[in-house]
């Protein structure tokens, strides 16, 4: 649960101050605490399992770790103080250790081995990790917690995983807090990154003007030019091999679109253009929603390097 004031990032957002969240981007976090933008994930049917767990899960954590769990049952969001101030957390539970103190308790759910194998195999991934040492961090009454525990259900079974301090991190949240917050203030607004996430916002913020034609050999070095019309290039050839390419194709295309913003039509490299169209869907058993398609033409026999200094001739247009 984020933070309704905008005083502070929560542990589920702060991961996207390192661009390691699957959920949100930096960018995306920027558009909501700047202005305001709602970039909060509808729940989802694993989420709404993942709730109803929770609680059955927390008692079997207790039992099995012989130590005192006491749930969040109200989803209260603490603030962290002093260097910590510009953080928050809702946790899943406080755990009380008699020899240790309070400690931080957040519970995951994964719902197949495949996962498992592919995400957990080396331990909690980056973005879990950063949202239990920030809960860590941000502790209670003013005051960290030195341990943590993250608990996780897997077909079945229950792992855990003891989280002891990592100050590096708590220092980079630390500063990535305050230089985020400072960026806002300046309306310093970071670089989409390029994740399919960041597409319905996309959508939203630069709507497409229809006709409006970029010319990007007049924006960019002949560097950055060809390196786009590279991709633009590979874009249109995962296109044609969907089933093997499906998600490098997503990226690139959530790429191409944060660069083309407003555009409706992207000249680049060799004859490459990108074409936009954005598509109003009518809201009758879902919410209406706005959102873009991106087309590509790839001229054929395109030499196999693009060579520097000899690219006007090649312009599309």
Known sequence: MPDPTLQTISATESPALFNVSPYVTKWMLFQKFCYGMDIEKEADN?????????????????????????????????????????????????????????????????????????????????????????????????????????????????????????????????????????????????EPFGSPVELPLLSEIYPTVKRMVRNFAEIMGEKELIDWSEKLRMCEWHSKERLGHERAE?????????????????LFAHGIKANVNQVERAGYTVKPTTYKTLSLYVPDNLPEGYEIGDLDKNLAG
């Open 46 to 190: 694993r989420m709404e399992w993942g709730k109803l767990f929770q609680a059955p899960l927390l008692r079997k954590a207790a039992d099995d770790l012989k130590l005192e769990v006491i749930p969040n049952e109200t989803d209260i969001y603490v603030r962290g103080a002093g260097p910590y101030s510009q953080l928050g957390c809702t946790r899943d539970a406080t755990i009380i250790s008699p020899g240790e103190g309070p400690g931080a308790l957040e519970i995951k759910m994964v719902f197949d081995y495949a996962t498992w194998k592919r995400e957990w195999d080396n331990g909690p991934p980056r973005h879990i990790e950063i949202q239990t040492q920030q809960q860590m961090a941000v502790g209670a009454d003013g005051k960290p917690f030195n341990w943590g525990i993250i608990g996780v259900f897997n077909c079945g079974e229950m792992t855990y995983f003891r989280r002891e301090p990592v100050p590096r991190l708590w220092d980079a949240l630390r500063d990535e807090s305050q230089s985020f917050f400072a960026d806002v203030l300046r309306k310093k607004e970071p």
């Open 250 to 266: 997503k990226k690139l295309k959530a790429e191409i679109l944060g660069l083309m913003q407003d555009a409706a039509e992207g």
